[in-house]
């Protein structure tokens, strides 16, 4: 008598199946940390280090293993987004703000690290003129002739921008011709559509935008400073890798990358 066809075909995946449980019971189901390693690093990222951050991710992620996801805005923008409960691994951000996010428990204190700073400086649409902006006198000068001015109000920045025109003692006649405008990378976008005649920001976030040129940095008397930290979420499920990322930025050979980049470290 003939074998039912169908019979034997099901036996034969019951076989199989059985077979592939079996497998798995031997070997052990994936732990929870197996299953980590393989996840990506959220790294919360200002836009003033996104240039030495993407210069540096191949190495990142031969170091961990671990692909790299970073999501780029303005420190304050970020900080919100952390605050709102938003899960991230690495936070690089200007160091007030990691300090912020320590104290209300969202970073590991002692994952802190210190990266570098970054200086601010003017910027103008590829191929036109540099104005002068060497000392603080040809800086009022160049303020006063601007048409527009623009740098975003959410920016690290934009707090000693205010600071700089109200020592020229040009406030008054230079505040009107100002664009706060918002959101990451817009104001210079502004500038190369032509709609803006200057931006002022960091400096990494001028040379790093294409169709822009950067004038240079603010005069030495004139000029403020932006800190960078980082630190690992306190609720990171990725702890191990988040460390792995911060000890590669920090490693004494990443120093020239950030140079490179516009951040100075010590």
Known sequence: MAEDPVKVQTIRVVFILTAMVASTIALGWPSESSVAQTQPLRVYTSDGFKPALRALIPKIQKATGRKVLP???SSNVLQ????????????ILSTNVVNHLIDSGKVSAESRADLGRAGIGVGIRAGATKPDIST??????????????VFNRDGASAVHIDEMVAKLGIADRVKPKFMRDVGAGQPQKDVVSGKAELVITLIPEIEDFKGLQLVGPLPGDLQSYIDFSAGVAVKSQNADGAKALIEVLTDPSAAATLKSKGVETK
């Open 136 to 149: 603080s006198d040809a800086m009022s000068k160049t303020l006063l002739n601007a048409k527009s001015i």
């Open 80 to 91: 919100k987004k952390i605050d709102s409960g938003e899960p991230f691994d690495v936070a």
């Open 71 to 73: 999501t780029f805005d």
